[in-house]
Nanobody, 124 residues
Framework: QVQLVESGGGLVQPGGSLRLSCAAS????????MGWFRQAPGQEREFVAG???????YYADSVKDRFTISRDNYKNSAYLQMNSLKSEDTDVYYC??????????????????WGQGTQVTVSS
């Protein structure tokens, strides 16, 4: 079992920045592939970014060059630095852990563990 707890969401103006954190427990963090997803009401969960066990990063085209995913295996945490935020980035953001993969996968069903989500609202 893996427990994930996100933090860092909130209200920010367009062009602003937020940093999301995901604290993991219950399994050796370094063995997990970590992902960030987002979901709007009535929409499917969408891949945002992922980082492999070896630190290789992948991004959705919509956030490339604006968002940065990272991980700290000593702190059992993953992060999503979001810059140049746009109104269309408004969503609930979820941290997810894939315990069986080696590479980053963008399909939600590949991730067995999820956090509770944190709301990000970009509005003036």
């Amino acid at each position: 079992q893996v427990q994930l707890v996100e933090s860092g969401g909130g209200l920010v103006q367009p062009g602003g920045s937020l940093r999301l954190s995901c604290a993991a427990s219950g399994r050796t963090f370094s063995t997990l592939v970590m992902g960030w997803f987002r979901q709007a009401p009535g929409q499917e969960r969408e891949f945002v970014a992922g980082i492999s066990r070896g630190g290789i990063k992948y991004y959705a085209d919509s956030v490339k060059d604006r968002f940065t995913i990272s991980r700290d295996n000593y702190k059992n945490s993953a992060y999503l630095q979001m810059n140049s935020l746009k109104s269309e980035d408004t969503d609930v953001y979820y941290c997810a852990a894939d315990q069986s993969g080696i590479v980053v996968r963008s399909t939600p069903k590949e991730y067995a563990y999820w956090g509770q989500g944190t709301q990000v609202t970009v509005s003036s």
